[in-house]
């Protein structure tokens, strides 16, 4: 089966930096993505890690350990609009889906 | 190029009535992939449909849905005899491929009210 976990909630302040985590089991493993979602919007692609390692974009960055199952997003210079629910996916071994942890809600305070 | 598109985008339907929820892909997309979101909760996989196949329905409840994706027009996610229960936003996002670095592009949602 699969299981991924990551923290419901988290607070920073505008500017800082916030590492939000994501720990999974799953049977086999074929890539972890980050996504964004906006209340009431669409996920949007953030980032795809399927070696260990850093992978930076911008602001935005995510680590993967497979040895660990973990991952983690990583977001610079925080601004108010980064406010939203930051998801993180792991596409199995032989499946093609995604599956989902629960989501982390970020608020980012002035 | 279009993104992936959703109709309606909000669905009221009584007790008992029937849903139907269309998702047409990124234009050159053959692979279609509908979720369910609860409120407060996350995206669980229903179903992944090819043009014409279903490939893996592992998520979709056994009774009430059916899913289709015919070779021409949109993919169709079917509730029959809907429940309160059913209440939640479906997104449908569509890839290029099954695998790999491929992401998935997701939709808007279609807000499934269930009165």
């Known amino acids: 089966g699969q299981n991924i976990d990551q923290p419901t909630e988290m607070t920073a302040t505008e500017g800082a930096i916030v590492q939000i985590n994501c720990t999974y089991q799953t049977s086999g493993f074929n890539g972890l993505f980050w996504y964004q979602q906006h209340a009431g919007e669409a996920p949007t692609f953030l980032s795809y890690?399927?070696?260990?390692g850093l992978e930076e974009k911008g602001r935005f960055s995510s680590f993967l350990s497979r040895s660990k199952g973990y991952s983690y997003l990583l977001l610079k210079e925080l601004q108010m609009k980064d406010s939203a629910s930051y998801l993180c996916?792991?596409?199995?071994?032989?499946?093609?889906?995604?599956?989902f942890g629960s989501g982390t809600q970020l608020t980012v305070l002035p | 190029n279009a993104g992936v598109m959703q109709n309606p985008r909000h669905l009221v339907r009584r007790r008992g009535q029937e849903a139907r929820l269309r998702c047409s892909p990124m234009?050159?997309?053959?692979?279609v992939y509908w979720y369910r979101q609860l409120p407060e909760e996350g995206l669980k996989f229903m179903v992944y449909l090819q043009k014409e196949n279903i490939i893996d329905e592992s998520g979709m409840p056994k009774e009430r849905f059916s899913a289709e994706f015919p070779k021409e027009g949109p993919s169709i996610l079917r509730i029959q005899q809907v429940v309160r229960g059913d209440s939640a936003a479906y997104f449908c996002?569509?890839?290029?491929?099954?695998?790999?670095?491929?992401?998935?592009?997701f939709g808007q949602g279609t807000r499934l009210t269930v009165v």
């Open positions: 996002a569509s890839s290029l491929s099954g695998t790999g670095t491929t992401e998935a592009f």
């Open positions: 996916a792991v596409r199995g071994g032989s499946a093609r889906q995604l599956t």
């Open positions: 234009k050159g997309h053959s692979h």
């Open positions: 890690n399927v070696l260990d």
